[in-house]
Structure formats: structure tokens, C-alpha cells
């Protein structure tokens, strides 16, 4: 059933003779799924490397494209026929497919092309079912297949890879020529044990990555034929893991060292790694030790200490033996090393600290210089301040944010929002950037620093924003206006002093800018003054310097500033300042590169834009100079915090106690919903649109309008519903205070009323042939359902909050009825679980309700509140993303494909 | 995952209409025993295990009855049986009653994919219902055949004239058991075996196989396994917390194997490829809480939620972090360090500091960039550390962290929480 290859092998099909023959300069290449993850990076390398052997490649979709490589693009093609078509001619088919494509690839590889001699499979994981159909295929047609699971085969002396990254990114450097051909189970020992061979001056003909799933369909008999073949290969290394019987009958004419691993894999029930090392009592470790022994008349394993060895070969256990038992073996044979041997194998530390701790000797090797080019960036390393984001897509992607699709909880820089909700507005607004809360001197410095720029008394962008209030907008279409006048121009000198303050700093040591007398004196010397004074006294630096004593915080670089002001004679401006404390925050995390140079200087940016967002919020005629709705500027500056700001600007007074947790728990939970939201995607877009490799570019201001514009009246709007829902149950209840247990309404009777109301409404729509019928807001979730009871484990969280607080919500215990009362009445089919949106509802409806019952605001503005609250929430998480792709994204990364596109006629 | 017994098998084999023998699982009634009692004349009673445990009959965990009485009290010694059988504890979750299938003769029958031949594999002997490495060679077919026309009963009639079988045999068998092969190939099956096949006459007179014992084994890589619809957890048995939740992470870039050793080891690897699972796993022995092998590429994401999960069930007890690899072709360096170094911030964060050495080995794409990103990380932690590059020998390296270890246990795990101000 198969043709008659190599004559030693007359019960299959095995075609290559010779290693000569396995990788060679005339082979011709074609990639299956070359732009997927891994080929990507390898295949360029592989085809840089022989000399550009692969003529094309495959990614379904991709036809017309080429993959760019430093010496010519490789064309690619929906499929093979297609490329066969073109008239490209190929003898090798390389496998990237995923494993579920892996056996239709190869079908489709051999049934369109007549030529075909070689198949090699990278890929993991594919089922053996395949596997024996694939085997089948090959013998069928007389086509040597490697893999699966392999990485491939490499020719140092043709200078030749094909198939997968063996060498790494670098291949010259491991893969020297010599004269040892080496046959691997592992595919990173393949390389691996090169580089331990040229450490005894051994060199490499052919390096073979077989794999190690169950099939092996390129194995050690049919390659030890082939070794003997090859007239270049005077020994072999061959490392072989437990499970199969292919090294069974191996006899050698040529030394072998045998690297056999895995005795301790005997205990396994399941494979662990390599799918095939899973071995009977026949063929586990032991028993393999014991075939290479006999092959080799030993009687015993090499190690240095004893080193057992013919001139036939030597098994070791460790792949650090194989040089030294290789030099053996051959001095021997009177063989020498193929060149002077390259490094050496002893302990090498590259990166040590002790942390101060008296360690012995043995512990504490000496780190020594790491050999080239590794020394050289192991230098620039120690240059580097802070981090350098590798660049990639960001579409429907983030660095900053990720919501756990099993529990629906986001996390942003890994603290979900359940427990960002504990923390404090000005808190999460630094968190956002800096991915750290702030200490409590921190968020001092940071309420100076939001509180002093948030009056927007006489600013264009708040005559903008009332203009487009006037003109009937929403409050995200107002804001945006008034966040389009913070412009980099505004915020030039805050970000260039930002900079220029890493600069000044950076190998000064300081670790904590709060630090206690750190001697600055060589900044002193060495800073600008045009980047750090003004000509000119600033009153509102003067009013910032005294709102930082007032509140007895400190900071080295506020220091500095003043020293540095005091030793010039000049004068310090609030633009300086604020990047001063926007910079302090950022210190720790930079210095242990958490943030990128980009992240510190745009830091001032941001802090603007969050002062502007919250002061054009509330109406002109609400800020006077020096006044922002009905309390001095300076006293928000010396006692405020940012929260109580925010309220204030949303509901003309300061929160007690108990208002401020629930209006920070509130912004907390809004943060965000991960990058694919759409307030999420706006503000990437605007980000992707100008260009973030160019981040210097990138306007900030613009990424937050694109946030704003985003958002809208069914995204962030929406808790409005839940909102008119409550106001509608309780309009006539004569409630007066919902904060207290003792409101004297029967919550039970008045949820199983509605519910009856519904349940009738409900029947009566649908017996009309209405199946648009309203729907009760803010019950039920897709994902937690399918219960008796059902919960929304964000809605729990926040009730046992403000529990254990002692604070009682008769908006929030109502829904809790609802939900029981729906399912009674046989409206719901098992208790719903009241969901996290209507938490957003009853904390606001709570916050608002003594107010609107005194007639002091309307639904249109408890409407306009309750979506502002969700733009100043939402705002925190915007940041994060502004600033996690301005830092990671590509330019115009966001775009969708055309041909991902459809058209709707 | 395994399976062995009849409760499961019987329903398997129904997909390929291969007889067998009745077979009523825990829940059966009394009035069902009996009436199973009444058809067959005996019942075997025999323990349920999950996954694949063998030897059961040797070790005396078959019970037999005639009667309802002793049927139950059989069921109640076995029910909850204990069974120690390759190193490996099981303990019982049920009984099966299995109606006695009267026969001259047993057969034993196996497919599995053979490494000899590389091509899928039967073996037959009609000297079957014993273990079959007591049988001498010549008493045993193993034929192996093409997986494209897959199993035909001329391969069967093959292998039964050349181990001499009785010609009443061959008819029933050709005729039953390439059924398997449709079963063994087209549900993801790795190995499947039927010890013994009893030959049970009809009414006719016709000897007809009936199956009486049952394993089989899936391909964990192969999803048509999951058109059987079988229960999630027959097989959870041989799977700890910790490898069930770390397969949930299975894709197929990026390896996610993982193996405990022993639930009370000091070092925890995080190892890189499959050579270097079988190194490090081996020169650590007992001293390691898994084996792992993490390579492949795990992107970001992936790998950050590897270590979260080691770390979660590992790092307490361990007195040594081991990140440990090769010079890796692809891998990227940075992005798996940067993955490892950000969980185990996230980890101290949501469960506090805790003393730790961390010893790093590794080569690869932007090894530098990687190792600089854990030391900042290491640094901001206050753990004590070493990093070696890839031109010192993995095992030397491995030898460093057990000897990191050794120094922890005696005191060095008291001096290191002092100086993270945690003692």
C-alpha cells in the first residue's frame, strides 16, 4: 500500500537516505497559517537564515498579502491550491495550523500538490486520531512527515531551518558547524544541547526536533539510517524520553551518546509535557537506559565522576553530561573536537541581590559579566528608567482592564472594581494611571493638585459647555467641549517640567519622593530654570504651596522646586507644581519600571482634564473667581477632598459621612466593564487615530472626547430607568427619608402589588401581540441565572458593604422584594437576581430623593445627575485606557478589516 | 480520562450495538437485582472506580450471589472498597450488579495505537479473562492495520487462524468486533479493551460475544470524545484542584501540564518545555510540589494566569520560587516573566508578603528585558534572588535551588521574613 522509498526500510515508506537530505538548500517551502502567533516571528528568521527558501505561505483570508522579511516579501494565499495556481513550486509543506486544521492542511497539501516530498508539523495537541490518518496519508504517497509537535529541522552546514524556531531568533549562534548530529524528543534540548556540545568544542551537522507525541512519524530508526548515511556526521547525540518502542531495535555503526530523561515519569498516570513520554512498564526510562547500555556494552551511566564509556558511546542522565561524555567516547576513536571549545557550563549569575542578608558563600556566587550581546543590554538595562511597552494590536485588547467573563467583575491594573469601590474618588483617579493607590500624603498631594484647577470660572471650555447645555445636549456632549479646550498647549510646561524632573532624579537614588531631607544639591545645580521658574509670582502657586502646608503633606520634588526657586530668585507657577505632585505620585512605580517616561509626562494631562471634566460640570453661573458653587477655591484647595469636590459640582453641597462612601462606592463600581465596552473603545479609537507609536502626538485631551462622545443616552444614561421605575413606585408613598429603617412602607406588599400589576399588563401585551412590552430595569443578568434564587455577586457585595456599615437603602431593599415577589406571582420562572445597575440606581435615587421630593430638582435633572455620576465614574477607567494604549497600541490599531466588514442592503 | 467497568461500558458499546452483559449501576432497586438474579441465575458485584484502576479481581474486590441477601451484602462490602494498585489510592463510589454470562470460551481484545508498527494496533488471544502479559507470545495475535480502510473482519479472521482458534469462534468475531474500531477511532479512544469477551450461546446455538469487562482510554487532545456526552467528572479522581483548574487553561498555545508530586514539597518550578520538565522534575524529586511544563509561547495573559494559579495552591508552602527553562526558540521571554513577576505581586497583595528565594535559569527572545522586569519586581518585594543565564548547566542551576532550599529549612526562611520586616 505504499512505494518503495529507502531499500532498509521495506515494510513503510521512508524517503530520506541521508541527513545530507533532511534540510538542504534546495528544498522549497511553503507555510501553512504563516501569520499565525508563532510563524510570525519564526518564519522570517527560518527564511533569513537558508537563504530564503520558502517561496510562499497560507492564512485563509490573508490572499494578497505578503509577509515582510529583510530580504524580500513571501507572498501569501488563502490556500495551497491557490499558491500552486500562482505557479509557485514547493517540495516542503510546514504546519502552524491549529490542531484542529492540522489534518485537513496535510490532506489538502498532498492532494493538490504532486510534488510534495517533506511535511513538517509544529503544531501541539494534535489528537491521535489525526495522527494515524496523517501517518497513513504520507505512507500512501511516499511523503516524509515530521512532527508532530516537532520544531523542526536545521542544517548548520547548509544553513538551512525549516519548520520551527530551532536556534531561537538567532540560529548562527547555536547551530555551529561541526560534526555531531543531533536527534531530539524536545524540541528546546534540540538547541540546547548545541550550545552544551560547542562548550567541548563540538559542533552540529543536523539538528532533528522529532517531537514526542504518541506517533512519531519521523523516528529514531529511520533517522539513525540516515546518520550512518551522512558521510559529515561522525557521532550523535540522541535525547529520548520515556513512552514508544522506536529506540528498541537501533543498532549503531557510528558513537552515540544517549541522553535518556524521565525515570521519575514512571509514577505518572496522565502525560505530563511531551503527550507521548508516557511509557508502560516496557518502555519507561529504566528500560530505555537499559537498550542504549546494551548497545553500547556498558554497565553503568556516564557522569563526570565516573565515566563510564566505549567506543560505541555512553548513556547519561543529564543533559549537562553529553559534552564531556562525547569527548570521551571519541578520544576513544582518537577523534578530536571540531574547534576551541565556546563558554563553558559552570554557574553563571547574571542578576543577584541578596537583599542584605548574610548568605553562605555557596549561595552567593559572584554575578559575572554576561557573555555578548547580552552584556550589552544587560548595561542598557541599567540605563532604562521606567518601562518600554512592547507594541502590539489593541483592538478589543487592554493592558489596563479585563473583566472576568465568569463573574463580571472588571478589573482595572488588577483590582477589581468591587474593591475599588472601597477606595476613594482620588484614589482610583490615580490608581488608573499610576496602577498603585496613593498613601495618605499621596492623596493629599493629589487633592491639592485636582482641587486647584477645578473652578472654571472665565474658561472658554465652560462657556462651551453651558453653550451646549443651553443648546439641549447631554452632559457627555457638553463635557466634551469643555475637555477640548485642554489642548497640549495648555499643559505644556506641566509636561516638560514632568520630564525634565525624571531627568534631573532618575540615578539620583531617591526611592521615596516623601523621603525626609534627601539631598538634592546636585539637581540644584544642574536644573533649567526656564523648564522649572517663572518670571512672574503665581498666585496660584503661592495658594498651592500654602494648601500643601495646610494639609501637612510633603514631597522631595515640591522641595526641591522651593529650593530651587529660593536659590535663583525666582518663582514657582502652579503648572510646575502640579507636575511636581502629579510626578511624586508616579515616582515608586517608575523607578520599579510599573509606568513608562510617556505615562509620567502625560500624568499632568490627565490630572487637568479630570479637574476640567468635574468643574464644567457644574453651571457658570455656579463659579465665580475664587468661588466654585458657593465655597472659596482656596478652601478646597486646603481641605477637600477631590470626592467631596465632585459632589459638590453635582449637587451643590458637601456630603456627610455617609453620603461621601455611597457616592464613592458609586463611582467605584463604574470604572469599568473592560476594553470591549464602548465608552472603552471611544477613547482607544481617538487614541489609535492619532498614532500612539508616535506618542508624543497623541492628544490625551482627544482620547477623553472620544470617551464622552461614546457614551450617550442608552450607555450611561440608562440607570435613568431604574431611577424613574423607583420614582414611579414610591412618588406617592410619602417617603421622606430612604436612609431610614423606620420609613414605615410595607416593601412586600407594595413589590407583590407591582408584581400583580405586571404580571396582568404582561398577559394582557402579549394576548395583543405586543412582545416589545416594557421590561422591568435592572432584574435579572444573562450570565447568573438558571437558579432557584439567583444573585449578582457585584449587587451582594455592595449590600454587605453598606451593611456592615450600617447603612440602610429602602430603594435597594425594595428591589431585593421585587425580585421575591415576581417570582411568586409566577411572572419570573425562579427568583432573578436584582443586578449590579440597579445598585447604581438606588445609591443615586438615595442621594437625590430629599431634593427631588422638595420639588428642589426635576427628572430632567435627576436624568442629567445620574448620568453625569456615570461620566465621572466611567472617567477613572477612560484614563487607564488613554494611557494603557498610548503606551501599548499601533497606529490605527482599532480599524476593522474590510473583510471582516459586511455590507447591509 | 479512563474508564473502566461495565456501568459506563455497556453504554459505549450500545453506540456500535457490540453486546454485553445487563448491568445495573447503585441506584437498582431490590425487585431489579432480583429480577437481574432471575435471568442470569448469579450476579457479579463489583466496585466503581473512577478513571482506570486495574487489578480489582486480584485483589479480591469481585463479589458474587445467587440470592438477593447476599447480593446486598456484597454491595455494602463493596461500596465504598479501598484499592491500592500502581501507586495509586482509589476508593470506591458504588457497585455494579452484572448478570453472569455463561461461556466455553473468553477472549481478550484490545486496540491502541502501537509505536512498532505506527499504525493503530489489535490484540486477540482467545486465552482471554487473565492478564495477558502472563500469556506466552505465540498464544497472542497483534496485528497491526491501515487506520484509512480502518478495522475489517478479514484482519480478525487473519489473526484467529494464525493463533489457531476454534472455527466456531471466527464467524461471531469477525462479525462483532470491527464494530469496535468505529467506537475506538471515531470518539477520540486511545486505547480500548474488552477482557474478558465471553462466548455466550443463542438460541440457535450460535456462539454470540458478549462483553463483560470494559476500559478504555480518551485522547485528552481530541474533542470528539465529547460527543459521548459523558458525566465531567468520571475521571476527576486522578485530577487534583489544582491540575483541574489549571487544565481549564488548555488552548493549544502555550503548554499548561502540570503534575503534583508531593502536596508537601518546598520548591515550586515553573518549568519551561518538555526536556526540561523531565530534567528538573527528576534532580528535584520529592522535594517539588509539581512538575510543570509552561512552554510553547504562553502569551500574556495565559501565563499570568498559570502563576496565579501555582502561586495560589504552591507558594505557601514553598520555600523556593524555580523559574526554569532552556535556551528557548520561541518563547518570549519577557512577556512570560513580566506575566510571572505581576501574579506574584498580585498574589503578596491579596494574601500578604511571605519569605521566598527565587532562582531564576532561562535563554531566549529578550531574555534580558524579561530578567530585568522580575529583578525590578523582586526588588520592590524584598525577596532575595539569583538569576542565571543560559550558558550555566540546568542542572547546576537545579542544584542551586535545592541547596537554596536546604538553607531555607534550616533557618534561612526565619531570616529572610525578618528582613521583609514580616517575622
Not at chain 1, 529520548?240 to 524521565?262: M, N, Q, R, S, T
Request: with cysteine; net charge negative.
Amino acid at each position: 500500500m505504499h512505494p518503495q522509498g529507502v531499500e532498509a526500510f521495506p515494510h513503510y515508506y521512508v524517503g530520506i537516505n541521508s541527513l545530507t537530505d533532511l534540510a538542504t538548500k534546495d528544498d522549497r517551502v511553503c507555510v501553512l497559517n504563516i501569520t499565525g502567533g508563532e510563524s510570525r516571528t519564526v518564519t522570517p528568521v527560518s527564511h533569513v537564515y537558508s537563504g530564503g527558501n520558502i517561496v510562499c505561505g497560507t492564512a485563509p483570508g490573508r490572499s494578497g498579502s505578503k509577509m515582510k522579511t529583510s530580504i524580500g516579501d513571501i507572498p501569501v494565499y488563502d490556500n495551497i491550491a491557490e499558491a500552486v495556481d500562482a505557479g509557485h513550486e514547493f517540495n516542503v509543506v510546514v504546519v502552524y495550523l491549529p490542531p484542529s486544521g492540522v489534518r485537513d492542511g496535510v490532506i489538502e497539501a498532498i492532494r493538490v500538490n504532486p510534488n510534495l516530498t517533506k511535511i513538517v508539523i509544529l503544531t501541539e495537541k494534535v489528537p491521535v486520531r489525526d495522527a494515524r490518518v496523517i501517518r497513513a496519508m504520507g505512507q500512501m504517497r511516499g511523503i516524509d512527515i515530521f512532527g508532530a509537535n516537532c520544531l523542526g529541522l536545521a542544517d548548520a552546514h547548509n544553513h538551512v531551518r525549516i519548520g520551527g524556531a530551532l536556534g531561537g531568533s538567532a540560529p548562527e549562534e547555536s547551530l555551529l558547524p561541526g560534526s555531531v548530529a543531533i536527534y531530539s524528543n524536545s524540541g528546546n534540548f534540540t538547541t540546547t544541547i548545541a550550545v552544551y556540545l560547542a562548550t567541548a568544542g563540538w559542533g552540529s551537522t543536523v539538528s532533528f526536533s522529532s517531537g514526542k507525541d504518541v506517533y512519531i512519524h519521523y523516528a529514531a530508526p529511520e533517522w539513525t539510517h540516515a546518520f550512518h548515511a551522512d558521510d559529515r556526521s561522525k557521532a550523535a547525540v540522541m535525547y529520548i524520553e520515556p513512552g514508544g518502542y522506536y529506540e528498541h531495535d537501533l543498532e549503531f555503526d557510528k558513537p552515540v551518546v544517549a541522553c535518556v530523561v524521565g525515570r521519575w515519569k514512571a509514577k505518572l498516570t496522565k502525560a505530563c509535557g511531551h503527550a507521548g513520554a508516557i511509557a508502560g512498564a516496557g518502555d519507561n526510562a529504566m528500560a530505555k537506559e537499559e537498550w542504549f547500555m546494551n548497545k553500547f556494552g556498558v554497565d553503568d551511566v556516564f557522569t563526570p565522576e565516573n565515566p563510564v564509556c566505549t567506543e560505541k558511546g555512553a548513556v547519561v542522565l543529564n543533559i549537562a553530561h553529553i559534552p564531556a561524555a562525547m569527548t570521551a567516547v571519541m578520544e576513544k576513536r582518537g577523534a578530536k573536537p571540531d574547534f576551541e571549545p565556546v563558554g563553558d557550563l559552570s554557574l553563571k549569575c547574571w542578576f543577584s541581590n541578596t537583599q542584605g542578608i548574610d548568605l553562605p558563600d555557596h549561595l552567593n556566587p559572584p554575578v559575572v559579566e554576561a557573555m555578548a550581546p547580552y552584556n550589552e543590554q544587560i548595561a542598557g538595562l541599567n540605563e532604562q528608567v521606567g518601562v518600554v511597552f512592547p507594541r502590539q494590536s489593541m483592538k478589543d485588547a487592554s493592558g489596563a482592564s479585563m473583566m472576568d467573563p465568569k463573574t463580571q467583575v472588571t478589573k482595572i491594573h488588577g483590582t477589581s472594581v468591587l474593591d475599588a469601590s472601597t477606595h476613594n474618588f482620588e484614589a482610583n483617579l490615580v490608581q488608573s494611571l499610576v496602577r498603585e493607590y496613593p498613601d495618605a500624603n499621596g492623596e493629599a498631594l493629589a487633592n491639592v493638585a485636582l482641587n486647584t484647577f477645578v473652578n472654571q470660572e472665565g474658561k472658554v471650555g465652560l462657556a462651551a459647555a453651558d453653550a451646549a447645555r443651553e443648546a439641549g445636549n447631554s452632559p457627555n456632549t457638553a463635557l466634551s467641549a469643555a475637555v477640548a479646550m485642554v489642548g497640549p498647549k495648555q499643559v505644556e510646561r506641566s509636561r516638560n517640567a514632568a520630564s525634565a524632573l525624571v531627568e534631573l532624579f532618575k540615578k539620583s537614588g531617591l526611592e521615596d519622593p516623601a523621603t525626609d531631607g534627601f539631598d538634592f544639591s546636585a539637581q540644584l545645580d544642574a536644573a533649567d530654570t526656564d523648564t522649572f521658574l517663572a518670571e512672574s509670582p503665581c498666585k496660584c502657586g503661592f495658594a498651592m504651596l500654602a494648601a500643601i502646608e495646610a494639609r501637612g503633606a510633603k514631597s522631595v520634588f515640591i522641595e526641591f522646586l522651593q529650593a530651587l526657586a529660593a536659590k535663583r530668585g525666582s518663582n514657582l507657577s502652579c503648572n510646575v507644581l502640579a507636575a511636581a505632585i502629579t510626578t511624586h505620585l508616579a515616582w515608586p512605580a517608575l523607578m520599579r519600571k510599573r509606568l513608562s517616561l510617556t505615562t509620567i509626562a502625560n500624568m499632568p494631562w490627565h490630572f487637568r482634564i479630570y479637574s476640567t471634566l468635574i468643574g464644567s460640570a457644574a453651571s457658570a453661573e455656579s463659579q465665580r473667581k475664587g468661588n466654585f458653587c458657593g465655597v472659596e477655591t482656596k478652601e478646597l484647595m486646603n481641605s477637600w477632598s477631590f470626592t467631596e469636590t465632585a459632589h459638590l459640582a453635582l449637587l451643590g453641597k458637601r456630603p456627610n459621612d455617609e453620603e461621601l462612601y455611597a457616592f464613592s462606592v458609586l463611582l467605584g463600581l463604574i470604572i469599568s466593564n473592560g476594553p470591549g465596552t464602548i465608552s472603552a473603545q471611544g477613547a482607544k479609537g481617538a487614541v489609535a487615530a492619532d498614532g500612539p507609536e508616535d506618542p508624543q502626538r497623541i492628544q490625551v485631551n482627544k482620547g477623553y472626547i472620544g470617551f464622552l462622545t461614546h457614551t450617550g443616552y442608552a450607555h450611561g444614561g440608562n440607570g435613568y430607568e431604574a431611577i424613574a421605575f423607583l420614582l414611579d413606585r414610591f412618588r406617592d408613598s410619602g417617603l421622606s427619608d430612604p436612609g431610614s429603617e423606620g420609613h414605615g412602607l410595607d416593601l412586600s406588599s407594595m413589590a407583590t402589588q407591582y408584581a400583580k400589576d405586571y404580571l396582568a399588563y404582561k398577559k394582557k401585551a402579549k394576548a395583543e401581540g405586543n412582545l416589545a412590552y416594557a421590561k422591568i430595569p435592572c432584574t435579572g443578568h444573562p450570565v447568573f441565572k438558571g437558579e432557584d434564587v439567583n444573585f449578582d455577586p457585584r449587587e451582594v457585595f455592595v449590600g454587605d458593604l453598606f451593611k456592615k456599615r450600617g447603612d440602610y437603602n429602602v430603594f435597594h431593599e425594595f428591589y431585593r422584594e421585587l425580585v421575591q415577589a415576581l417570582y411568586k406571582t409566577g411572572v419570573t420562572r425562579n427568583v432573578f437576581c436584582v443586578n449590579v445597575d440597579a445598585v447604581i440606581a438606588v445609591l443615586l435615587l438615595k442621594m437625590l430623593w430629599q431634593p427631588h421630593a422638595a420639588g428642589e430638582i426635576d427628572d430632567a435633572t435627576m436624568e442629567s445627575a445620574a448620568f453625569t455620576t456615570f461620566l465621572f465614574g466611567r472617567m477613572i477607567g477612560s484614563a487607564a485606557e488613554i494611557d494603557d494604549h498610548t503606551n501599548r497600541g499601533k497606529n490605527m490599531d482599532t480599524r476593522t478589516a474590510a473583510s471582516k466588514c459586511s455590507h447591509v442592503g | 480520562m479512563q474508564i473502566t467497568g461495565m456501568y459506563w461500558g455497556s453504554k459505549l458499546l450500545k453506540y456500535v450495538d457490540f453486546p454485553t452483559s445487563e448491568v445495573l449501576g447503585p441506584e437498582a432497586t431490590n425487585d431489579e437485582i432480583k429480577g437481574l438474579i432471575e435471568r442470569h441465575g448469579e450476579v457479579f458485584i463489583k466496585p466503581m472506580f473512577k478513571g482506570g484502576v486495574g487489578k480489582k479481581g486480584k485483589a479480591g474486590l469481585l463479589g458474587r450471589a445467587k440470592d438477593i441477601s447476599t447480593a446486598t451484602k456484597e454491595k455494602a462490602r463493596l461500596y465504598f472498597a479501598e484499592h491500592f494498585h500502581n501507586n495509586t489510592y482509589s476508593k470506591a463510589e458504588g457497585v455494579t450488579f452484572e448478570g453472569a454470562v455463561p461461556a466455553e470460551y473468553e477472549i481478550y481484545f484490545s486496540i491502541t495505537d502501537s509505536t512498532e508498527y505506527r499504525a493503530p494496533m489489535i490484540t486477540l488471544t482467545h486465552h482471554g479473562g487473565m492478564d495477558i502479559e502472563e500469556l506466552p507470545p505465540e498464544k497472542i495475535a497483534r496485528i497491526p492495520f491501515d487506520p484509512l480502510t480502518g478495522l475489517k473482519g478479514f484482519v480478525i479472521s487473519n489473526a484467529l487462524r494464525k493463533l489457531g482458534a476454534p472455527k466456531e469462534l471466527v464467524s461471531p468475531l469477525v462479525q462483532n468486533l470491527p464494530k469496535l474500531w468505529d467506537l475506538f477511532h471515531n470518539y477520540g479512544m486511545t486505547t480500548l479493551e474488552l477482557n474478558p469477551i465471553r462466548m455466550q450461546s443463542n438460541k440457535k446455538g450460535r456462539l454470540v460475544p458478549v462483553a463483560c469487562d470494559f476500559k478504555c482510554a480518551f485522547d485528552g487532545d481530541d474533542p470528539n470524545a465529547n460527543r459521548l456526552g459523558l458525566p465531567e467528572d468520571l475521571d476527576t479522581s486522578s485530577y487534583s484542584d489544582f491540575e483541574l483548574e489549571v487544565n481549564s487553561l488548555r488552548t493549544y498555545q502555550g503548554q499548561s501540564d502540570v503534575f503534583v508530586i508531593n502536596e508537601e514539597g518546598t520548591i515550586s518550578a515553573m518549568t519551561f518545555g518538555g526536556g526540561a520538565n523531565a530534567l528538573v522534575t527528576e534532580l528535584l524529586g520529592d522535594a517539588a510540589t509539581i512538575s510543570s511544563d509552561f512552554g510553547g509561547n504562553p502569551p500574556y495573559a495565559k501565563m499570568h494566569d498559570i502563576s496565579r494559579i501555582v502561586y495560589k495552591y504552591w507558594l505557601e508552602q514553598s520555600n523556593v520560587l524555580f523559574i526554569i527553562g532552556g535556551k528557548a526558540n520561541n518563547t518570549d521571554i519577557y512577556e512570560t516573566f513580566r506575566a510571572m513577576a505581576d501574579a506574584l505581586r498580585d498574589h503578596f497583595n491579596k494574601y500578604g508578603p511571605q519569605p521566598l528565594y527565587v532562582v531564576v535559569g532561562r535563554g531566549g527572545p529578550n531574555l534580558v528585558r524579561g530578567m530585568g522586569y522580575m529583578q525590578d519586581t523582586l526588588d520592590s518585594l524584598g525577596l532575595p534572588y539569583q538569576m542565571f543565564g543560559f550558558d550555566s548547566a540546568m542542572s547546576e542551576v537545579v542544584n542551586y535551588a535545592q541547596a537554596a532550599d536546604e538553607w531555607m529549612k534550616n533557618g534561612g526562611r526565619e531570616i529572610v521574613a525578618k528582613s521583609m520586616g514580616i517575622a
